[in-house]
């Protein structure tokens, strides 16, 4: 569901100019219907289009040991995240282009049944890779509970709303190793591109997890993508395993396949005719 | 290589003399030889067919004993038993002909026991000594191609004997001499035997001190010395009786006349630089079968040309004559191998040197100044060249003038003598051989081998395989880089034109060094596409390496199209599978470093297991270097992303950290790499196929032929 807002019929037009920091947040709704219902563990990405998280410049915009919890690195954040390494002297927790630039809207779900509103249960933990979230993302060490005194010293990063150890509410989600900040530091390999935001687990056998119907996605339109013709997109997508919907392999491995199978029966035709000639041709000696 | 250019004595002969057979007073004698159980002895005795006065035998063989300017080398006194009395000294001469001939006087009983104070000491057949005072030696010369001794015998008669080439005796002797020995003579010469003839002289004692006189004049004349001394030869050596003639024989080595063989169905051309008389190295040249009877021969000698002065009008002819019956009558059948002529009729060239410096140096006129030109375009289309007479200098010059000619075909000379060197530092490949004349041809040369027929080897095993082998490293090389650069290059449309690399920066690095050298360095010793014994034994294999068949537009285009074909398709594959949300089974997505991994993946894999696919020749080095890679590829990779390096100078981001372990836990990803490595060999494994259908079916089809 593409929630930019460009045309002026859509429900979030109004929040189309709206800046970065204004409080509160522009808030849309757009009302969409499953035609079919979800089985199993159903995904929520968010998608962008025409965001090059894969520029060079960009993606070397990081300091990962100031991520890994390096004290050091932490208030002397490495060069390479210039121009978004200090801000007003105080250096940058986390630094870099990357951070700074963190998908921040949020998408709510609801399932419109007879005019009530019933709201959709989304789980924001294990969305990112299990080593990103334990191994390569580490909080700077001391007690993880009162992560303000750790990041003491330090400022958030210029265009967000609030700093970094104010992510969650959750300890073990707050701070450098919130799941939705690691997944968007993995940058993104073209410039269309999904990320996982929340999951939905399934109930039970018995109830699809996304009934067929009416549903409503309220979001909080913060972060502005019009500038650059970028858009932004909710998807809703199952797994199976072998992943999510992509017609290329099947489609690959069947035109692969019957056209080598058509070749061996060309080529045993062929062989089969210069066979019978090669043991006809033998003449005695 | 297209051209061989080969010395004959000692490269196709053995350069070692024996006697055969001579002929006395028109009395052919030869030498019997009998078998005793397997080995060959020779009589004592001679076997005649009528035989002369045996005053004139023995007159002949101390004619043989005397005129030659052999030395006697005494063996060391051994203590204890010696060996065989007769065998004590050894000859030394600069000419290995006369060697031959003292050897064979010796075996019909005279022998020659060394020169003592001026007397020659000869044994006769009643094992008597005679000593001979030698007063003067007239020594050979290449110009007049004879020498001559004078002797005073021990009852005071005063003897000249004179040995010399044919052409060069025969107008000396009194004429009606000449007749019945020119008969054996020349049936020699057409066996191939170097031909020598004996003549003498009586002298009176008032003739003598004439010719003492002007010989010492001559010898002590301050100016034109040499053309004193070829006057006074020349009125020396006149009038004189013809006694005889030698034939000997230098025998081919062995095999020789196979490898010419061989050589010649490999489509190369060889020709013969000689410096001896056209009908010796004529006969040779049939013996070893590079011309063959159905050959024509085609003559610009001194015989045919003529010594008159209008020996140029004379050459222009025959040039104009052979061009044409060359160049215009060329059979119109092309189709099939470039260089196969089996089919059509042979043509041979005999040149001799003073023809060839006709040729090549012509005097002022205009008109003779493109006779390089036909005589090359002549040349060019003859299968087998023989040129005689030939001064080393000449030598060099031909083979620069064929090195020179249009395609620039690579040229090969093989020899053995300092004579040569010229020759074999001239031409592309210098092959020496070390011989009875000494190191310096195999010196000055880039392979040395012992006999000429090893060359057959090095050119046909040995030089076909390392042309193939250089040939497709480099081609190799081209390609695998094409395939690594390409998805790199085909990133930059979707960063925005960035520069953002798609594999790691340690990837980039290893690639050509870690990765993908060692399959190809072993490759590149070790492959031998075709047996080595098939090689050898089957010449025309040869011919599909010529004129650099493998590095071709074609061979190039393809390796290059196959190049950027797998280019696109790891790039584009992975591309279409990126477009789903995720490739897991838990939701997660992949990054850009993943992408670029697992295209990485797919590049490594495709290029070693191409390589294996060209693989012929597996030897354990192939098989450990290549899976090897492979494996290191994949141990490299879990260990550079399963470090969290903390302590490193220059590595300050983990932006690779359990990318590829991560990668592989998708079965996704796992499918798509093999089907990707299987649709970029694909083309590559349809060609196999596809040749060996075209080879099945010309095999059937040369049967029907």
Redesign the interface.
Known sequence: IDYTGTEPSSPCNKCLNVSWDSTPPCTCTINFTLEHSFES?V?M?YGLSNF??????Y??S?D??QL?GDNSSLLNP?K?CEPYRTNEDKPIAPCGAIANSMFNDTLELYRIDNDTRIPITLIKK????W??KN??FRNPTGDGNNLTALFQGTTKPVNWPKPVYMLDSEPDNNGFINEDFI?WM??????T????YR?IERKNNLHPTLQAGKYSLVIAYNYPVHSFDGRKRM?L?T????????P??GI??IT?GSICFF?GVV?LI??HK?GN??TS?D?PN | VEYIFTDKTGTLTENSMEFIECCIDGHKYKDCISEVDGFSQTDGSLKYYGKAEKSREELFLRALCLCHTVQIKEADQVDGLIGHPERKHTYISSSPDEIALVKGAEKYGFTFLGLQNDFMKIRNQKNETEMYQLLHVLNFDPVRRRMSVIVRTTTGKLLLFCKGADSSIFPRVQQEEIQRTKVHVDRNAMDGYRTLCVAFKELTQKEYDKIDRQLNEAKMALQDREEKMAKVFEDTEADMHLIGATAVEDRLQEQSAETIEALHAAGMKVWVLTGDKMETAKSTCYACRLFQTSTELLELTVKVVGESERKEDRLHELLMEYHKKLIQDVPKNRGGLKRSWTLSQEYGLIIDGSTLSLILNPSQDSSSSNYKNIFLQICLKCTAVLCCRMAPLQKAQIVRMVKNTKGSPITLSIGDGANDVSMILEAHVGIGIKGKEGRQASRNSDYAVPKFKHLRKLLLAHGHLYYVRIAHLVQYFFYKNLCFILPQFLYQF???F????LYDAAYLTMYNICFTSLPILAYSLLEQHINIDTLTSDPQLYMKVSDNAMLQWKPFLYWTFLGAFEGLVFFF?V??????????????????????TIVFTVLVFTVTLKLALDTRFWTWMNHFVIWGSLAFYVFFSFFWGGV?WQVSPFL????M??VFA?MLT???TW??II?LI??SL?PEI?LI?LKN?KE??H??RN??M
């Not at chain 2, 960035?498 to 690399?501: E, K, L, V």
């Not at chain 2, 300050?652 to 932006?655: D, L, S, T």
């Open positions: 563990n995904f990405y090059y998280q894969n520029h060079r410049r993606v070397k990081r990962d040991s890994n490495s390479e294990g969305i990112a890779w080593t990103d191994v390569k997944v993995r940058t993104a390999a073209l410039p591109f999904r990320k996982l999951l998807i997508s797994i199976s395993w072998m992943g999510g919907k992509n290329f392999l690959a491995y692969v070749l080529l062929i062989h210069y000639r090669n041709a003449i | 979707f960063c925005g960035s520069q953002q690399p594959g591309y279409f599978l990126f477009q789903n949300s995720s490739l897991e089974d838990n939701g997660k997505v992949f990054g850009n470093w993943t992408f670029g969290i300050k981001q983990q932006r950290y359990f991560h998708s079965v996704s499918l798509a089907l299987f649709i694909f349809l196929v259908i099945k079916s095999q059937v049967k029907f």
